[in-house]
């Protein structure tokens, strides 16, 4: 298994300033994973963390506003920019175990944003 | 495009009874099938992992079927307690890769 830690666990922030996320895994993982939860609502993919390339964003993300950072193996940083209430959610990270494709993914605590 | 349904939605029974929570995917080419649970405002535990290959998995109370050419998956939970209250969620990998798609959620409510 993987333990992941974020931070920060909430954030109150105002409208039009950016927010960066943290992830820290506690073993080097190949690929980790940025997930958007809305209120009310399940868990939306936005981007796929990639160490030594760029994230791979998933239809109705964009780099500009959501842009992410792998300096290694255990680490990743989600900024959301240029913030608005509706980007009020739970972030989260998550990462695949040693079973690849067929494995276990884990996920860290989340972080909650309010945009106010 | 895979998609995922959790029916029902909310769910509140009294403690002890046992009961099934459902998932449903509409395409069956799938490597496993993962159950989580999460708490309000909280991140996502891992409850069960099911491989395509597999038609049940036990972990304590907790049962996952799986029937891939039906595109279903259940979960059992057996004598039920207040701190099984919880939104359980059921996830499934993309097939060529490891991205999650996630069902819509049973906000289940264990009445003490």
């Known amino acids: ?116 | 495009k895979q998609e995922v349904t959790q029916i029902p939605a909310a769910l509140s029974v009294p403690e002890g009874e046992n009961l099934v929570l459902n998932c449903s995917f509409t395409d069956s080419a799938i490597y496993n099938l993962q159950w989580f649970r999460q708490d309000p405002g909280k991140g996502l535990t891992s409850l069960l992992l099911i491989q395509s290959s597999q038609r049940e998995q036990t972990s304590g109370r907790l049962n996952a079927s799986l029937d891939k050419s039906s595109g279903r998956s259940t979960l059992y939970i057996a004598a039920s307690q207040p701190g099984d209250s919880a939104t359980y969620l059921c996830a499934v990998p993309n097939f060529g890769n490891e991205k999650l798609t996630f069902g819509t959620g049973t906000r289940l409510t264990i009445i003490p």
Request: proline share 5%; glycine share 10%.
């Open chain 1, 1 to 116: 298994s993987a333990v992941i830690s974020q931070k920060p666990s909430r954030d109150i922030c105002q409208r039009g300033t950016s927010l960066t996320i943290q992830c820290q895994v506690d073993s080097q993982v190949t690929m980790m994973f940025w997930y958007r939860q809305q209120p009310g609502q399940s868990l939306t993919l936005i981007a796929t963390a990639n160490q030594g390339s760029e994230a791979t964003y998933e239809s109705g993300f964009v780099i500009d506003k959501f842009p992410i950072s792998r300096p290694n193996l255990t680490f990743s940083t989600l900024t959301v920019s240029n913030m608005s209430p509706e980007d009020s959610s739970i972030y989260l990270c998550s990462v695949g175990g040693t079973g690849g494709l067929f494995g276990e993914q884990y996920f860290g605590p989340g972080t909650r944003l309010t945009v106010t």
